[in-house]
């Protein structure tokens, strides 16, 4: 894999990277020889890679970031979806625009937000690549408490995805919360709760393969 990157300041707060690369990634085991969607008969995907981006500090606690890239896939290995067997799309257009905004507020308060739009489609055909969303967010906050209590909530957006060819459904868009609370004991022992899909949303990341409702777990982190 060659790859070259080139990164540099402007100003103090201001950092810009260009890189560019021409990875090949290998078809797994599974990819190849699973039992339910194997096919021995793969390619390596080879790709050209584009990128570039910008970070400005806009003070000490608040980082800003913006990434635009494109990747001319050959290869590309994928599958409609469970119980489909994977195959190589001959040519892969993925472009989009990446930014995040990471910030802290007195040492205690931490809040995390990124955006990507991504265009994914085969160039011949310019179907869209199924299950590839135009548009997500992810989001987080925590807070640590004085007393050893911290708190962690993470969301996250998928806009509407579109089903696999000829079908072409569209299988609408999403929001789910997850939430996490820990509290630190003496001798390490850090015991916590963390809900997943905090708001029960019933959503599909594929069709007909609905994702879990709320779950709830308990358990003891150690650290030594």
């Given amino acids: 894999m060659g790859k070259l990157g080139v990164w ?31 096919n021995p008969d793969l390619n390596p995907e080879q790709a050209l890679k584009l990128e570039g981006g910008v970070e400005f500090d806009v003070s000490s606690n608040l980082q800003v970031k913006v990434d635009l890239f494109r990747n001319n896939v050959k290869d590309l290995i994928d599958r409609k979806g469970h119980g489909y067997q994977y195959t190589n799309l001959n040519r892969v257009i993925l472009q989009g625009i990446e930014a995040g905004l990471e910030g802290r507020v007195k040492e205690r308060f931490n809040f995390n937000f990124n955006y990507a739009h991504l265009d994914a489609y085969e160039d011949e055909t310019e179907y ?12 987080s906050l925590s807070y640590a408490f004085k ?21 072409s459904e569209l299988l609408p868009y999403y929001f789910v919360v997850n939430l996490r609370v820990t ?15 905090l708001l029960d949303v019933n959503y599909e990341e594929e069709k007909e393969f609905p994702a879990l409702g709320r779950t709830s777990l308990l358990g003891v982190k150690i650290v030594f």
């Avoid at 810009?16 to 085991?29: D, E, W």
């Avoid at 003496?186 to 997943?196: A, S, T």
């Fill in 8 to 38: 540099f300041s402007l100003a103090k707060p201001l950092r810009l990277r260009l890189s560019t690369s021409h990875p090949t990634r290998f078809p797994t085991l599974h990819q190849l020889y699973g039992s339910d969607s194997g």
């Fill in 147 to 167: 007393f050893g209590l911290s708190v962690y909530s993470s969301g996250q957006y998928v806009s509407k995805r579109v089903t696999p060819h000829p079908e």
């Fill in 128 to 139: 869209w690549l199924p299950y590839s969303p135009s548009h997500k967010i992810d989001c």
């Fill in 183 to 197: 509290q630190k004991l003496k001798g390490g022992f850090c015991p916590f709760v963390e809900i997943k899909n």
